[in-house]
């Protein structure tokens, strides 16, 4: 027997209890337990039923990811699904924690289903650039039909024990906190009342009235065209649950495991779960173990109450954090505020948040016009100009009204954080924490780590990320940090390419048909031209279309004209001063097919990646993946650009940034780094 299982007989009820900590992935190991347990239950004679249980935090949370690439290992999840199906006992699947992708679909090889309140279950597998891919296309839309099963599959969202039952995943909830004991009371039970032992597999009701009905796929697909553009594990999985209610199971399944394979042999599937494991990876610091103390953050400061601020403040208040919000005057105060309301207002308008959760969220704020009001809390974030002198200025005072212990944080995006430390008199107290815009929304959160921040309050910064629903990504003092440093070289380039003659269009096109939500060039007339930072007072395209009073969509339009329903056309003006500021720097036009703009947009953001590891800036090149994705919205199917140039091949990437230095000269010179990898035939 392995050490995994645990078997035990309570009367006739037979339980069948896996320990794999940390969350019992159905590995090699775990599937073989999962047999011999149903094995032996199966040959007891006195057993009429089994509970399958899990230990620790929670039942399989899912196939192992680790083992993916390798050659799978008999029994497969498949067939330890078919081993349960074909068990001659009743049985029962007791669920808690987060049963998700191959967890959920062991436990709908049960007969029936029971949870501990507060389980949440689902099929995360879209994440993975994947589908359910042992029966779970085929027996959720059994249980919950076609249109609920195509959302929750599609999404991949955690759906939680109260609202499952509704659903009719599962049979019953269980209010007490012990979950086997109820499982082992249910199934008693069942056995008692001779319950119906019908398989999932074999319940056809709920499918039956969308067989044949392709019309019903084609409408959800042009409904969330949008949110699925890219994603190729979405249209197999589509696919797959039509096949639920157009064919026999066995037939269903059979295609079913076709569409998976397809999806595990892709490149973004090999993405996404590298995104997976480097989201996990990213809040490690090998210097600073997990067991270092962390300072408990129960009220938070912020210091302005501008876009920025406000958006940091939303993310305490959804985390029930009380925050003392603070400007120089009441009237930008007040303007902060009902901009967060208004934020909060269009949540309930959508159906996300009720109305008592908006007023109670407004009343966690503390507005203030004093910074004496800070003394108290455990954390203060400055998010005010973005000059030198004032954030030292705001440091200074803080430092005199903070609390001996209170973090003190800047968002700066590119000053000199050790240099705003200065300013206090406790720089073991100061980190960066930098949030992106908008900061509500946008889920990475940069740690800066000064050259004295005490390794407490670089831990406390990290895990405090995790209690606001971000992804912290660790960096040290630099201009720019991670995401800003290597996403501005694709703005130089952009800007580049323009005065080269490159049309705005087709350089917007390439960067959206990558995989972004839209061009730069749109981007810049989104943001507005008016508040794009400058670093010098040179005659650009954007400081002459400024000057013509085009400051992007929101005033008459920048490189695009908008119309009443803001569909674009690119601006004849636009183009005029393109023209004019190219001839006046003296640039040649130049062609360049769509596959050159892409390298020439993209491959500098590689090598600057190269640049600030090689600096020590960045941890480990799976945390640029994270802050480009996090930060920037970079597709998760292409895994960040670090994750994507190893997928090119680093020599190749390298070629071309020589052959365009040749071309266009030092901007693409390869970062030495970068050049003694592919000597060493090394990955990033
Ligand atoms: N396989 C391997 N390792 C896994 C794993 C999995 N399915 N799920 C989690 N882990 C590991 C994590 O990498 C992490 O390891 P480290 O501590 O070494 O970093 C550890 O377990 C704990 O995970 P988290 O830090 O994420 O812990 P959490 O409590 O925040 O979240 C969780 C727990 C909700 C289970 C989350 O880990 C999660 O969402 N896991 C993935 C679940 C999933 O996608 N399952 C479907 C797998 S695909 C599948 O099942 C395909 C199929 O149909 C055949």
Not at 144 to 173: C, F, H, M, N, Y
Not at 265 to 294: G, L, M
Not at 634 to 661: H, Q, T
Request: charged residues 25%; proline residues 5%.
């Amino acid at each position: 027997m392995t050490n995994l299982l645990t078997y035990q007989v309570y009367e006739n009820v037979a339980v069948v209890t896996i320990d794999s900590p940390p969350v019992n992935a159905l590995g090699i190991d775990v599937r073989q337990s999962i047999v011999e347990g149903f094995k032996r239950a199966s040959a007891d004679v006195n057993v009429q039923a089994i509970v399958l249980a899990c230990d620790g935090r929670t039942f399989f949370a899912g196939a192992d990811i680790r083992e993916f690439g390798s050659k799978p290992k008999s029994p497969i999840l498949p067939e330890v699904i078919a081993f349960i199906e074909s068990s001659p006992k009743l049985t029962i699947a007791a669920l808690h924690g987060t049963p998700l992708g191959g967890g959920l679909e062991t436990a709908l090889a049960c007969h029936y289903r029971i949870a501990l309140a507060g389980t949440r279950m689902g099929l995360p597998e879209v994440n993975l650039g994947l589908l359910p891919g042992a029966g779970g296309t085929q027996k959720l839309p059994r249980l919950v039909g076609i249109p609920a099963a195509l959302e929750i599959i599609t999404s991949g969202r955690q759906i939680k024990a109260d609202e499952a039952l509704k659903l009719g995943i599962i049979d019953r909830v269980c209010e007490s906190d012990n979950i086997v004991a109820s499982a082992i009371s249910y199934a008693k039970e069942l056995v008692d009342q001779n319950a119906t032992r019908t398989l999932v597999l074999d319940r056809n009701e709920k499918t039956a009235e969308h067989r044949g009905k392709s019309e019903v796929y084609d409408a959800f697909r042009a409904k969330n065209a949008r949110r699925f553009r890219g994603f190729k594990s979405v249209e197999n999985i589509i696919k797959a649950i039509q096949l639920a209610a157009d064919l026999p199971y066995e037939q269903g399944l059979k295609r079913e495991r076709e569409l998976f394979t397809e999806l595990q042999q892709s490149r973004d599937s090999s993405a996404q779960q590298h995104v997976f494991f480097a989201e996990r990876e990213s809040s490690k610091v090998p210097d600073i173990p997990r067991t270092t103390p962390v300072r408990p953050i129960d009220a938070v400061g912020i210091i302005g109450a501008g876009t920025m601020g406000g958006g940091i403040a939303m993310n305490f208040l959804n985390a029930g954090i009380p925050v003392t919000l603070i400007e120089q005057k009441q009237e930008a105060l007040d303007h902060g505020i009902s901009i967060i309301r208004k934020n909060y207002q269009r949540s309930v308008k959508a159906g996300r948040m009720t109305e008592e959760a908006l007023e109670a969220r407004i009343t966690l704020i503390t507005p203030s016009l004093d910074y004496a009001d800070l003394a108290s809390v455990d954390l203060i974030i400055e998010a005010v100009f973005e000059t030198m002198e004032i954030k030292k200025e705001v440091f200074s005072s803080i430092d005199a009204v903070a609390k001996p212990g209170c973090i003190l944080a800047s968002n700066t995006s590119y000053l000199d954080l050790d240099e705003i430390a200065g300013a206090t008199s406790r720089p073991q107290d100061v980190i960066g924490l930098h949030f992106f815009s908008p900061a509500n929304v946008m889920n990475l959160l940069e740690v800066v780590r000064g050259e004295h921040s005490a390794p407490e309050v670089i831990n406390t910064g990290m895990r405090l990320a995790k209690i606001i629903g971000k992804t912290p990504v660790l960096s040290k003092v630099g201009w720019g940090f991670i995401a800003n440093r290597v996403m501005k070289v694709r703005g130089y380039q952009t800007d580049n390419l323009i005065l080269q003659g490159i049309n705005p269009e087709i350089i917007d096109k390439v960067i959206y048909d990558y995989g972004f939500a839209m061009g730069p060039i749109a981007m810049k007339d989104l943001v507005g031209l008016d508040v794009l930072g400058r670093d010098s007072n040179e005659r650009t395209v954007e400081s002459v279309l400024v000057d013509m009073g085009r400051l992007g969509q929101k005033k008459n339009g920048g490189y695009y004209d908008y119309d009443q329903n803001r569909q674009k056309t690119l601006s004849p003006l636009a183009l005029e001063v393109i023209r004019e500021v190219a001839k006046e720097k003296g640039i040649e036009p130049v062609l360049a097919d769509e596959a050159e703009i892409l390298a020439r947009l993209l491959y500098p953001i590689i090598n600057e990646g190269a640049k600030v590891l090689d600096e020590g800036i960045a941890m480990r090149s799976s945390d640029i993946d994270i802050a480009c994705i996090k930060g920037y919205n970079w597709p998760v199917y292409k895994g960040g650009p670090m994750f994507w140039a190893n997928s090119i091949g680093l020599d190749r990437v390298l070629k071309k940034l020589e052959e365009f230095e040749q071309r266009f000269g030092s901007a693409f010179t390869p970062s030495p780094y970068l050049v003694r990898l592919v000597e060493e035939g090394k990955e990033f």
